[in-house]
């Protein structure tokens, strides 16, 4: 797909991930249910609320292209590696944030071409935020009821880095690594925002050395990517999609502008 052929999907995602976001907000402010998936992951009624719009939207608006969502059922390798492109969504990325009332979580849609993520929409349902870009289009940034603005990564400060931090999921090996990078401040947060504090050049750099899924990152890359950083894993190569039987992402980093090597600090 050519650049301007991305660019026409955008509005008609946004549309998707907004009404996904609104489906959200309505269970939220109503209440929910929690149950445990099969990887102890938990599950809400908002979750499936989400998946069902944004699947049902994107079979009518490109029948022709598959889709895996993190509330699919389980569709196995030998099916998937024969799509060279597909759309790649978390319905509710940050369901433990959700649950937490924080506000910080997100509907995440991404379209996945040749293993890389070439259009990646993000909307906060609690505010109405959007985060979008797709390739060769650049990054963007939409408040309700206002244009989008541009946005773009920064290059680390000299003097103390900002490090976006997870609110929910902390280990000894993160704790490690921030301890050998220098001084730093932590900006906690939940879900893809993460990312989206890199992409528009808030935080320098979000360290994740736990486990995630494709369908966390996806949409956050391109973001990124678009946005001058990049989203690489520990051996700094830009993650890769679909590329095996297993869904689950290997550790990453998620940084703005310059040739850092993050990985010296593990």
């Known amino acids: 797909m050519k650049s301007h052929e991305l660019q026409t999907l955008i509005e008609p995602v946004v549309a998707l991930a907004q009404a996904a976001g609104k489906s959200i907000l309505e269970i939220y402010e109503a209440?929910?249910?929690?149950?445990?998936?099969?990887?102890?992951?938990?599950?809400?009624d908002a979750d499936l609320a989400a998946h069902n719009t944004i699947t049902d939207g994107l079979k009518l608006?490109?029948?022709?292209?598959?889709?895996?969502?993190?509330?699919?059922?389980?569709?196995?390798?030998?099916?998937?590696?024969?799509?060279?492109?597909y759309w790649l969504i978390d319905p509710l990325d940050g369901t433990r944030?959700?649950?937490k009332r924080n506000g910080e979580f997100t509907v995440n849609i991404a379209?996945?071409?040749?293993?890389?993520?070439?259009?990646?929409?993000?909307q906060v349902p609690v505010n109405g935020i959007l985060y979008y870009a797709w390739r060769q289009g650049g990054a963007w940034k939409r408040l309700p009821e206002q244009g989008a603005q541009q946005i773009h990564t920064r290059l680390p400060s000299e003097?103390?880095?900002v490090v976006a931090g997870s609110r929910s999921h902390q280990s000894e090996i993160i704790?490690?690594?921030?301890?050998?990078?220098?001084?730093?401040?932590?900006?906690?947060?939940?879900?893809?925002?993460?990312?989206?504090?890199?992409?528009?050049?808030?935080?320098?750099?979000?360290?994740?050395l736990g486990p995630t899924s494709e369908w966390d990152t996806a949409a956050a890359q391109c973001v990124?990517?678009?946005?001058?950083?990049?989203?690489?894993?520990?051996?700094m190569k830009p993650?890769?999609?679909?590329?095996?039987?297993?869904?689950?992402?290997?550790?990453?980093?998620?940084?703005?502008?310059?040739?850092?090597?993050?990985?010296?600090?593990?």
Request: hydrophobic content about 35%.
């Open 175 to 208: 704790t490690g690594f921030l301890e050998k990078i220098g001084s730093h401040r932590i900006f906690p947060m939940g879900s893809s925002l993460k990312s989206c504090l890199v992409a528009e050049g808030q935080a320098d750099l979000y360290p994740r």
């Open 61 to 85: 608006l490109t029948p022709e292209i598959p889709i895996l969502s993190e509330e699919s059922e389980s569709i196995p390798f030998e099916e998937r590696q024969q799509w060279h492109t």
């Open 111 to 122: 379209l996945i071409k040749n293993h890389e993520p070439i259009l990646g929409v993000i």
């Open 224 to 235: 990124v990517e678009e946005a001058g950083g990049q989203l690489t894993d520990t051996a």
């Open 31 to 44: 209440g929910f249910s929690i149950t445990d998936k099969e990887d102890h992951t938990p599950l809400t």
């Open 159 to 161: 003097e103390q880095l």
């Open 97 to 99: 944030e959700f649950i």
């Open 239 to 266: 993650l890769r999609y679909n590329t095996k039987d297993s869904l689950l992402n290997p550790h990453f980093f998620v940084f703005g502008q310059g040739k850092q090597d993050w990985s010296q600090y593990l």
